[in-house]
């Protein structure tokens, strides 16, 4: 790691408290974050009082609404934050997003006595949520998801298996799809299960490329019962709450993918500054200095394309063509940055001495979570001509 500090990111942001807020984040991250990050994510370290930390300082529910403990931050804003999180840990600022998910069924589709119930925990009570719909066998295709619930008296009893979660095991909550009714879509409906629920179980973690420091596992659920006041909205909209949640949480990828890739560019430039050849910085070269310049270009670019989505949610306009775009440019944005920036350090960026190589296999991952970058292309191509007449 280089020793020079992270740029300081020139942000357009629409008030004063959101400019302190960014600044809160960059001194937590800084100070409590960076600086362990490598260590960590090699050792394969949860950090969990890292979340307890963000949740004392309201910074896990800030796209929501006061009411209920949220930030009421626009998401103009509340990207932002992620991004500088993940520019400092992409386990930390990717599980902020994940938790953030994981409230958005509750938030958006709960009833005002479930939300008066559970969410002031989720959103500030120390809480950590996870988000529970693909499945071995239904990923890409997650309405084909087989997980039952079915309705026992005031209760349901859920059976099956969830893959790829993140959090899985730590989590507090699970929001979880589960089918009640036919096959396809219109047989899925959502439910709030508590993380110590009897029956469910987490199985040992996925061993990862990247993100080593954030569990990634199945959970299996056996005969876990939950009380019917806990399904969140109607018997079968659960795949509608889904995709809704998906279409935010892809701008928290996105956002997340920006802060890999300044990160990425900071230790690039920092190095190409400092290291000497042929009696010149290599910054000096023109070869160099034109991998920079196409790095932060990249990032520039991505950045306005998630805040512009973000502005259009905020402003209750559609938005799922743009979270696609978002989502696909942002990601493969850091795959490029990142590839680069071991380029630029050279066989120093091959070795754990420098946090590039980790930066790079952790980019990686954004590439695959919330959709492929090869389903987004399927959205956005929808979008474009309407669905495949095949």
């Avoid at 996105?254 to 890999?260: E, L, N, P, Q, T």
Wanted: glycine content about 12%.
């Amino acid at each position: 790691m280089t020793d020079r500090a992270p740029q300081t990111v020139d942000r357009q942001l629409p008030t004063e408290e959101s400019r302190d807020l960014l600044a809160l984040v960059r001194e937590i991250a800084q100070r409590e974050i960076r600086p362990r990050a490598a260590e960590e994510e090699d050792a394969g370290s949860f950090p969990r009082e890292v979340f307890t930390l963000l949740s004392e300082a309201g910074l896990l529910g800030l796209p929501y609404a006061g009411e209920f403990g949220g930030g009421e931050q626009p998401y103009e804003v509340y990207l932002q934050v992620l991004e500088e999180l993940a520019a400092a840990r992409l386990t930390v600022g990717l599980g902020v997003s994940v938790h953030s998910l994981a409230c958005h069924g509750l938030a958006g589709y709960g009833t005002k006595e479930q939300q008066a119930a559970h969410l002031p925990a989720m959103l500030g009570g120390g809480l950590l949520g996870a988000y529970c719909l693909s499945e071995p066998a239904a990923g890409s295709d997650a309405a084909s998801l087989t997980t039952k619930a079915v309705r026992d008296g005031d209760d349901w009893i859920i059976t099956g298996t969830k893959a790829w979660i993140t959090h899985g095991g730590v989590a507090d909550f699970y929001t979880v799809l589960a089918r009640t009714g036919v096959e396809g879509p219109k047989g899925i409906t959502a439910f709030l299960v508590p993380g110590d629920a009897e029956g469910l179980t987490a199985a040992v973690p996925e061993k990862k490329m990247g993100m080593k420091g954030s569990p990634t596992a199945q959970l299996h659920f056996d005969g876990v019962r939950v009380p019917d006041a806990r399904r969140i909205g109607e018997e079968g909209q659960g795949f509608t709450i889904a995709l809704a949640a998906l279409d935010a949480g892809r701008l928290g990828i996105a956002a997340c993918a920006i802060g890999v890739a300044q990160a990425a560019l900071d230790e690039a430039l920092a190095y190409a500054l400092d290291r000497k050849q042929f009696g010149h910085p290599i910054a000096d070269f023109q070869g160099l200095r034109f991998m920079l310049a196409d790095m932060a270009t990249k990032i520039e670019a991505g950045r306005a394309l998630y805040l512009a989505a973000a502005r259009l949610r905020d402003a209750g306009k559609p938005f799922s063509r743009q979270a696609a775009m978002a989502k696909l440019f942002c990601t493969d944005a850091a795959m490029a940055v990142t590839t680069d920036a071991v380029q630029v350090l050279g066989g120093y960026g091959y070795t754990a001495d420098f946090p590039v190589e980790r930066l790079m296999r952790e980019a990686k991952v954004l590439q695959i979570v919330e959709g492929t970058n090869q389903i987004q292309r399927m959205v956005i191509a929808r979008h474009l001509a309407g669905p495949e007449t095949r």
